[in-house]
């Protein structure tokens, strides 16, 4: 019995130094490192705070949510009573209303509801920085312990859909980049914007946000834009692209805050990685070692760089238990969300699909728990 354990454990040495890569010395730490606690929780960002929609939560054991915003006073920002309303509505069902969506969406500059900041543009930026100032303080006031957002110019990028007959004729959103190509979408009003351009922006507005943002402890939880394409495409090169290592790892670096990271979206980052299943390990070890993992999306797919399909949680490329044990073992604690779900013609398909996930998630949950006891 010893001897054979020892043999193990030489091999599995061997293979780590020989080797020598990320993705076999993460698998080998995992292996003789003890797991910790899980302090994750099922979360979700879709229904607000209506009755309705917490019901739902509730049935499915989902007690921790992105409530969506508050009602916003034009020109001052959130409305900090209807905030408080929120809370105490979710509270009625012992739910905890643990974030809120930035009005930095993930819908493309031509939408914005807040477009200076992103284009660069002053005074017109100030003013609505201003405005985010105050969302932020609303934020602080409620409770609220994460607001997610985006700093894009493009919007979230798909070329149409494919019918999987196997799981029912479900629709998945498909991107390939040699379709968008021919497609020859126009620029959008930003026109030609550098990656380096990009992070200006970008600093510019958090240069001005994280110092409220600590005062009120809210996280900042940046989404990468979804998904990473090649430089230059239709004159952008979104800060997380081409390489979306390189880009995670620029972003997370700008500032030593504990209010500064990432609603880390496992599915837009596989979308910029050509062997998701192996490569998004060491990303998560990485950002999740620095204490930058805010919020997760848990969105699995079917291929990755310039070609992929969105999936179901349990038929995409990623084994979603291997990607939850490394979570557990980097110690975060925040929500683990579907955000993105397959569709159907059935009526109330969607409902039908997040319910899927979340048990799915929490089976997860409960799996990678029994095995720290």
Same mark, same amino acid.
């Given at each position: ?6 043999l193990k ?34 979360g979700?960002?879709?229904?607000g ?18 409530? /969506? ?9 959130w ?7 929120? *809370? ?10 643990d ?20 284009l ?14 105050? !969302? ?27 019918t ?6 479900a ?5 390939n ?6 497609? @020859? ?5 930003? /026109?030609?914007?550098s ?9 510019y ?9 600590k ?28 390489d ?5 790892k ?17 599915g ?7 062997d998701?299943? @192996? ?11 620095? @204490?930058?993992?805010? @919020? ?5 797919i *079917? ?33 683990? !969300?579907p ?35």
């Amino acid at each position: 019995m010893k001897r054979n354990r020892f043999l193990k454990l030489l091999s599995a040495s061997s293979v780590s130094t020989t080797l020598g890569s990320g993705v076999a010395k993460a698998n080998y730490l995992s292996e003789t490192v003890a797991p910790k606690k899980v302090l994750m929780k099922v979360g979700c960002q879709s229904g607000g705070t209506t009755t309705e929609n917490l019901e739902f939560k509730a049935r499915h054991g989902v007690y921790n949510i992105d409530g /969506g915003a508050p009602k916003t006073i034009p020109g001052k920002g959130w409305d900090l009573d209807d905030s408080l309303k929120k *809370k105490e509505a979710c509270e009625k069902y012992g739910i905890s209303l643990d974030a809120y969506h930035f009005p930095l969406a993930s819908s493309g500059i031509d939408k914005a509801e807040y477009p200076n900041i992103m284009l660069g543009k002053s005074p017109e930026r100030d003013w609505e920085i201003e405005i985010l100032q105050q !969302m932020i303080q609303v934020a602080g006031k409620t409770g609220i312990k994460v607001l997610n957002y985006n700093t894009t110019i493009l919007p979230v990028l798909r070329t149409g859909k494919v019918t999987d007959p196997k799981r029912g004729n479900a629709s998945y959103s498909v991107w390939n980049y040699e379709e968008a190509l021919k497609q @020859n979408a126009p620029k959008t009003i930003a /026109g030609d914007v550098s990656v380096d351009q990009l992070f200006e922006r970008i600093t510019y507005l958090l240069d001005r946000i994280l110092p409220v943002a600590k005062e009120y402890k809210v996280k900042l939880a940046n989404h990468i834009a979804d998904p990473p394409t090649p430089a230059g495409f239709r004159g952008i090169t979104r800060w997380n692209s081409p390489d979306v290592v390189a880009g995670i790892k620029r972003f997370a670096q700008l500032y030593d805050s504990p209010y500064h990271g990432f609603n880390f979206c496992i599915g837009s980052i596989a979308e910029g990685l050509k062997d998701p299943k @192996n490569e998004i390990m060491p990303i998560i070890k990485w950002v999740g070692e620095r @204490n930058q993992i805010f @919020n997760v999306h848990l969105r699995n797919i *079917k291929g990755g760089w310039n070609n992929f399909q969105e999936v179901y949680p349990d038929n995409g490329d990623m084994n979603f238990l291997h990607v939850i044990r490394a979570l557990r073992d980097v110690g975060f604690s925040g929500m683990v !969300m579907p955000d993105h779900v397959p569709h159907h013609a059935d009526s109330g398909s969607d409902l039908q699909a997040f319910s899927y996930c979340y048990g799915y998630i929490k089976a997860l949950l409960q799996t990678v728990a029994d095995e720290v006891s």
